[in-house]
Structures are given as structure tokens and as C-alpha cells.
């Protein structure tokens, strides 16, 4: 359940957080003949759309797997098309997500990402850090085992110095240590193309979300798709293991 009341899900009718797999971006450009990198400048594309449609939905929080810690084994020119394609997103759309009222957070492991980029990273949180319209994370080298193993090696070094009792520790404690750790957990996860797998996204903060598969490809995902998978969800129960009274 949500850790803090004030981010409480369930009361409106919509997700309040919304997470999204944005797979299929190379085999839409690979329908139309051109280079996977084709489709990944067609998904950042939809990005801006889809963040632009959250406050008409009641989305306030919305998370988007741009980067796996896996997606390094693509060949060299996709990993350097990509990382320069994300250089070139925030230093384009950095003025207008300002102005647009949107929080910008980053999460994943930054080690193996290059100066310039963590550097267009931190200017853009710190830009948009007084925001509040919509709370959009940008997953980047993000996995989600990567993600618990780093927050268990933090616990520890705390537990080790004294500052933590390993007593003390429980489901509440461990988020903490997530670079999700002022975010609510998710309330529905959409993947596109066809693929029913969450590939390591999210895996502790998604353990009650929805999820909805759909077949369309990222690059052809729409307001009008994002508002009936919204839609959709209000339509659901969800009980968090709970019977319904
Ligand atoms: C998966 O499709 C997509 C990715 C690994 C990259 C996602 C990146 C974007 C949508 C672009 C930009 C994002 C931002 C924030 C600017 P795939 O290549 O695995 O597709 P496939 O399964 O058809 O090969």
C-alpha cells in the first residue's frame, strides 16, 4: 500500500502513477525499411504527447523505461545512437517540460553513462525540481535486481556503521534505499508490442500494479490509447490481496 497518505492511490477513479515499457520501436522502423535507430527517434517523439495528455487523465506520476541495464548488449551504434538521442531529448525538451509544469527524476545506475549526459541529467532535475503538474521518471540504465541489489548494498553499509538496526528492518525500510524512494509505487503498467514480460522494470514497486499488454508499437501509441487503457483501469477492482468488503 501507498507509504504516505498524501500519495494514496485508489481514491480518484484513474492510476495516479503510471509506469510504461516502451518496447517495439525497432521492428516499427524495421517495418518501414529504415534503421532500428529510425524507431527510437519515432518513440521519443510520442514521449512529449503522452506526458502532455497525464493532466487531462488524472496521471500525476508517469515512469518510462528508456534504457535497461540488459539494452547494453545491443550492438555499439544502437547503445551510441540511443545515448546521443537522450543527450539531444533533454537539451531539446528541457524548456518545454520546464514550462509545461513537469518534474523531471532520473533512475538507474549512473556509473556507465557518459559525463555529459549525467550532467544534462542533473541540470534538468534541478531545473524542474520546484514542479508539480506531472512527476515524469526517465528509467536510464535502470534494472530492477540492479536496483534492489545497489539499495541492499546501502542498507548494509548503514546497517555496518551503526546507523540502521537490522531489527528494524522491513517493507517499509527497504524502499527507502530505491531510487524510487519518493515516488508512490505504480498503479498500472502498460507494455507495448505484443510482449506480456516486465523485463526487470520496477519488480519491488510493481508487486500490486496493473498491467496492460497491448500488440501497437511504441511508436504508434497515442493520447487516445493511453486515455482507454486509463479508462480501463478505473473499471478494475483492485484489492491488495484484501477480500472485497
Ligand atoms: C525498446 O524497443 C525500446 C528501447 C530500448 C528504447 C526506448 C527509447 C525510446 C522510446 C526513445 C526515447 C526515450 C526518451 C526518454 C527520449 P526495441 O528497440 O526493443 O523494439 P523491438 O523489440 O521492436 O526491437
Redesign the pocket.
Known amino acids: 500500500m501507498p507509504k504516505d497518505p498524501a500519495l494514496a492511490t485508489g481514491t480518484g477513479t484513474g492510476p495516479h502513477h503510471v509506469a510504461i515499457i516502451?518496447?517495439?520501436?525497432?521492428?516499427?522502423a524495421?517495418a518501414r525499411g529504415r534503421p532500428?535507430l529510425f524507431?527510437?527517434?519515432a518513440?521519443?517523439r510520442?514521449?512529449r504527447e503522452i506526458v502532455e495528455a497525464c493532466p487531462d487523465l488524472g496521471v500525476k506520476y508517469i515512469t518510462?523505461?528508456?534504457?535497461?541495464t540488459e539494452?547494453w548488449k545491443?550492438t555499439q551504434v544502437e547503445v551510441a545512437g540511443?545515448m546521443s538521442?537522450?543527450r539531444r531529448?533533454i537539451t531539446k525538451e528541457a524548456k518545454a517540460l520546464h514550462d509545461e509544469g513537469v518534474r523531471v527524476r532520473f533512475i538507474g545506475d549512473r556509473v556507465r553513462l557518459d559525463k555529459k549526459l549525467i550532467a544534462l541529467m542533473d541540470e534538468l532535475e534541478q531545473l524542474t525540481a520546484e514542479n508539480d503538474k506531472v512527476h515524469l521518471t526517465?528509467a536510464?540504465n535502470y534494472g530492477g535486481r540492479d536496483e534492489v541489489a545497489r539499495a541492499t548494498k546501502r542498507l548494509a553499509q548503514d546497517v555496518a556503521a551503526g546507523r540502521l538496526d537490522p531489527e528494524q528492518v522491513d517493507e517499509e525500510t527497504l524502499p527507502k534505499y530505491l531510487d524510487t524512494c519518493v515516488l508512490p509505487d505504480p498503479d498500472l503498467v502498460i507494455r507495448t508490442?505484443g510482449?506480456a514480460r516486465i523485463s526487470n522494470f520496477l519488480l519491488w514497486q510493481s508487486a500490486y500494479a496493473e498491467y496492460e499488454f497491448i500488440d501497437t508499437?511504441?511508436p504508434d501509441f497515442s493520447r487516445e490509447i493511453f486515455a482507454e487503457l486509463v479508462q480501463n483501469y478505473g473499471a478494475r477492482d483492485r484489492r491488495f490481496g484484501a477480500v472485497k468488503a
Open positions: 516502451m518496447d517495439g520501436n525497432g521492428r516499427w524495421q532500428r524507431g527510437h527517434h518513440g521519443a510520442r514521449v518510462i523505461f528508456a534504457f535497461s539494452n545491443r540511443l538521442l537522450f531529448y526517465i536510464l508490442s510482449e508499437l511504441w
